[in-house]
């Protein structure tokens, strides 16, 4: 049976962004009909505000402005993630920070790892890259004369959500035709082999499709209470469980920080977000190891104001991801896929990414999907875990003592084993890009290099021969150069959006 008709269940972000991946990779067949089936009824989750820099190649694939997106979303740039009292404030300092920058770490040639640890008195993201010192100086990472995502430095981007999932939805629409049925799904029946075969619905009756993708958020409508495919817990791993959410609005000429600033409390972490017209604010922390009031408490002493006076979410994190991320004719995107504690924007890239698979990948009869859903199952299952083990390693090194929650997250079981090995490898040698052998590696070589070394992870020092050390120390030393020209020419990150908003970036 040729596959013809795809129903994609739920907007948003990921619904829309699927519906964008296939709509470009299947332009060429005329006669392939994409349909987003999108409740009045309910609204998005939209808690996701950053992402990371390869969704700048799916916006430009689509063919989205990035002037556009940037005037209509109130984008920000981000340029790092700047972890803030993830260790020990006695050994490190009140206020300890390291970045996880977008950069390349020593992008001159050869890694200056070894260098930082035997010479370097500086944070290892200021001697690898001159991105550090941009991001403390709040510059921008590009300038008004610069091409459509192009720049002089790695980026991603802060956002607004429900105005992405819009200029998504319009994009999808008028430039690659796909239907859109506002329609509340009253249930779902299955075929004899027990394929999905057809939605029932309020305003448009029985619909159906050839294949189905289920992004209907937690409420996994498909994936989960129709299919019934089971759900990897993940919470003996990862133990921050809830985010209470607020948006606080900021002054119109505030300035506004290029990274996402994450800042530790002593059971879990706090997002904040600067937007152009406000900021977006997170309290995501454990329910074992602190209660909702206590966390409302910390949240208000926090932003310096009585929370009473917004609008605020209390979000349960269900921890783990689809044993099956493919099964049958129907397709699990985004947080019907599963999810985990937003730290490095990995909902929003694993839905990109996943998407993207399956639209250059698209099969074209039923008779193939159970052989791309062995494929494509296989290779999620990995992403996922190397996803869990990213983040876990950001607790794994804190040296934090002040509570039971950090102290927890230290327990060997809890260590997922494919990082115990790599750890115990990195305690020997610096990692290098053969640790990291797979395709589908989602945190790649410069990811872990800035984690690792920005929480002092203890490689052993090898004594370097004395033409490469004086390589290296010169290498230092253009790096250094670098950043104080980046700092003296790219414009101040508001200063630039301003820019933007008023003559747009030069198109590609």
Wanted: charged share 20%; glycine share 6%.
């Amino acid at each position: 049976m040729d596959i013809k008709r795809i129903i994609i269940l739920g907007g948003g972000t990921a619904g829309w962004l699927a519906a964008n991946h296939l709509g470009k990779a299947l332009a060429h067949r005329e006669d392939v009909l994409i349909s987003l089936v999108e409740s009045p009824d309910i609204p998005i989750i939209g808690v996701g505000e950053g992402t990371v820099p390869a969704i700048r190649q799916s916006l430009k694939r689509f063919g989205i402005s990035e002037s556009e997106f940037i005037r209509r979303c109130d984008v920000t740039f981000k340029q790092s993630i700047k972890f803030v009292n993830w260790m020990d404030k006695g050994r490190h300092g009140e206020g300890n920070f390291y970045h996880h920058l977008f950069d390349m770490p020593s992008p001159l040639g050869e890694d200056l790892t070894q260098h930082w640890l035997t010479n370097s008195d500086l944070a290892y993201g200021d001697l690898v890259s001159p991105q550090h010192k941009v991001c403390e100086a709040g510059r921008a990472p590009k300038q008004i004369t610069h091409s459509e995502y192009e720049g002089a430095l790695g980026y991603a981007y802060h956002l607004n959500a429900a105005k992405f999932a819009k200029l998504l939805a319009e994009n999808a629409i008028c430039r690659f035709n796909v239907e859109h049925i506002m329609a509340n799904v009253l249930d779902v029946s299955l075929t004899g082999s027990g394929d999905i075969g057809s939605l029932e619905t309020d305003s448009r009756g029985s619909i159906s499709a050839d294949f189905y993708i289920d992004c209907s958020g937690f409420e996994s409508l498909l994936i989960d209470k129709t299919l019934k495919v089971p759900f990897v817990d993940k919470s003996h791993q990862l133990f921050a469980d809830k985010a209470i959410a607020v948006q606080v609005p900021i002054a119109a000429d505030a300035s506004i920080p290029p990274y996402t600033l994450a800042t530790a409390h002593q059971a879990g972490w706090i997002w904040d977000i600067a937007l152009t017209n406000r900021r977006g604010v997170g309290f995501v922390y454990s329910s074992e190891y602190m209660d909702d009031d206590e966390a409302l408490n910390k949240l208000s002493r926090y932003l310096g104001q009585d929370l009473a006076q917004y609008k605020y979410r209390v979000l349960p994190m269900k921890l783990g991801y689809r044993k099956e991320f493919l099964h049958k004719n129907c397709l699990s995107l985004g947080l019907a896929q599963g999810f985990l504690e937003p730290l490095e924007a990995t909902s929003i890239l694993l839905t990109d990414f996943a998407a993207g698979f399956i639209a250059n990948r698209f099969p074209t009869d039923r008779d193939a999907l159970d052989l791309l859903g062995q494929q494509f199952n296989q290779v999620m299952t990995y992403a996922w875990e190397r996803v869990v083990e990213f983040i876990k390693v950001h607790y794994y090194l804190s040296d934090r003592e002040d509570s039971a929650f950090w102290r927890d997250n230290r327990a060997p079981s809890g260590l997922p084993s494919e990082l115990a090995n790599r750890l115990a490898l990195w305690r020997n040698h610096v990692p290098i890009r053969q640790d990291f052998f797979s395709k589908f590696e989602v945190f790649d070589l410069e990811n872990y290099l800035y984690v690792l070394y920005g929480m002092h992870y203890p490689t052993a020092k090898a004594a370097p021969q004395a033409e490469q050390s004086e390589a290296s120390q010169a290498q230092a030393q253009q790096i250094a150069k670098v950043a104080q020209h980046l700092v003296s020419e790219l414009p101040d990150h508001r200063e630039l959006l301003e820019k933007i908003a008023a003559y747009g970036l030069q198109k590609c």
